[in-house]
T-cell receptor, first 115, second 112 residues
């Protein structure tokens, strides 16, 4: 069965610093992986997705993630944090692999950005 | 704006009651997914419909049911409500064969 583990329920960085949010997955089939962002009192917005093409995936708002099969990881990074990045971030894996089925989410990581 | 709409935005009700949450998917999306977000359980998949038919079930209680109508909007019915059902309920939709799911703004349910 597929699963996702996000390390660190809360990460705090200074404005301009590197953002690194960790995600490890477990999947019995080649995974499709996603990062979503949730701003307070809003729904989830897709940041980026990995669908077995390029291992380095670029998303919106300057975020990117690298798929590392050997480490079963899909960490999210951004070179320079902005105050507007403060939100909760969720890593997810497609339940059945591929393009079908529901998503299985990690517990989320709340990102705080200090001025 | 994802293009997915959900009503109502907030719902406050009492234990034992029944409520209906409504979702309209993006134009052209045939799949609708329902998720529950709570502090203790996180984001959990409840149920998926595809073009009017139930496609998959997750951790959905027997007191909960859903349907998708011919115009593709979906409703999630929650009955015999308990305090623990208080949560954010999200609907998401996707295009067939392309698992990028677009989420609505959610319905916040409070059971008193």
């Amino acid at each position: 069965a597929q699963s996702v583990t996000q390390l660190g329920s809360h990460v705090s960085v200074s404005e301009g610093a590197l953002v690194l949010l960790r995600c490890n997955y477990s999947s019995s089939v080649p995974p499709y992986l996603f990062w979503y962002v949730q701003y307070p009192n809003q729904g989830l917005q897709l940041l980026l997705k990995y669908t077995s093409a390029a291992t380095l995936v670029k998303g919106i708002n300057g975020f990117e993630a690298e798929f590392k099969k050997s480490e079963t990881s899909f960490h999210l990074t951004k070179p320079s944090a902005h105050m507007s990045d403060a939100a909760e971030y969720f890593c997810a894996v497609s339940a059945y692999g591929g393009s079908q089925g529901n998503l299985i989410f990690g517990k989320g990581t709340k990102l705080s950005v200090k001025p | 704006d994802s293009g997915v709409t959900q009503t109502p935005k907030h719902l406050i009700t009492a234990t034992g009651q029944r409520v209906t949450l409504r979702c309209s998917p993006r134009s052209g999306d045939l799949s609708v997914y329902w998720y529950q977000q709570s502090l203790d359980q996180g984001l959990q998949f409840l149920i998926q419909y595809y073009n009017g038919e139930e496609r998959a079930k997750g951790n959905i209680l027997e007191r909960f049911s859903a349907q998708q109508f011919p115009d593709l909007h979906s409703e999630l019915n929650l009955s015999s409500l308990e305090l623990g059902d208080s949560a954010l309920y999200f609907c998401a939709s996707s295009v067939p064969g392309y698992n990028e799911q677009f989420f609505g703004p959610g319905t916040r349910l409070t059971v008193l």
